[in-house]
DNA sequence: GCCTTGATTCGATATTCCTAGAATCATGTT
DNA sequence: AACATGATTCTAGGAATATCGAATCAAGGC
């Protein structure tokens, strides 16, 4: 993963599945604190095993950022890696005169 | 594709691959009148069929426009439905609160 | 220690994606 | 019309993903 551009389409990757999108939107709406897994199974209706697969893609990208409290685990947002990746797609738009966007 | 997070997802998914977000990164750092398809294949060292399937999963997705000219394609970044992708990611951000983000 | 609950890992299947050579199409030129 | 060039479509096989029930693991309560 030594390029950026590997970098961040890993995380586009990971970002382009509807319940994926869907779980970070969720956490990203939710508790800056972080939203248990139960709730997110509970708010998007997906099976225990496959959300625990989207939730891990999302981690291991470094989108969410998972914290044990207890018997649950609390998935938020890593806010600063998700404005890198957004800001990546507008990098030196149009040569960088900004004339376009 | 009637719900917007199904939508933003394929557009996601099309980002997802180191590929396709090089040509879109070349395509939004290039001339805002597009870039021909040929130049993207000898940038990007791309042989021509891979990369003609990476350029019509852009377009098919509406983040680019492709334009002929004479015998040439000149491929561009439709800005502002890449900003509704950029800005979907962030919408609501904690509640709307804009406490974290 | 046993039980419950929240969550992950295992395992197996079905599906989708990626790749690129060959063939084809489209446009402009001579 | 024949040709050259830019680009797409056809085709096929291999690789990677998505799914989810069953089994397992981890933490707290009794």
Redo the contacts between chains.
Sequence with gaps: MA?Q??K???????????S???V??LV???D?AGTPAGEIQAVLKIPASTLSHHLDTLASTGLLIPEKEGTFIRYRAD?AE??K??D????????GGK???
């Design positions: 390029r551009v590997d961040q389409a890993e995380r586009m990757k990971a970002l382009g599945h509807p994926r999108l869907g970070l939107r990203v709406r939710g800056p806010f998700l404005r990746l957004t990546y797609l507008w990098e030196d738009c149009c040569g004339s376009c966007c």
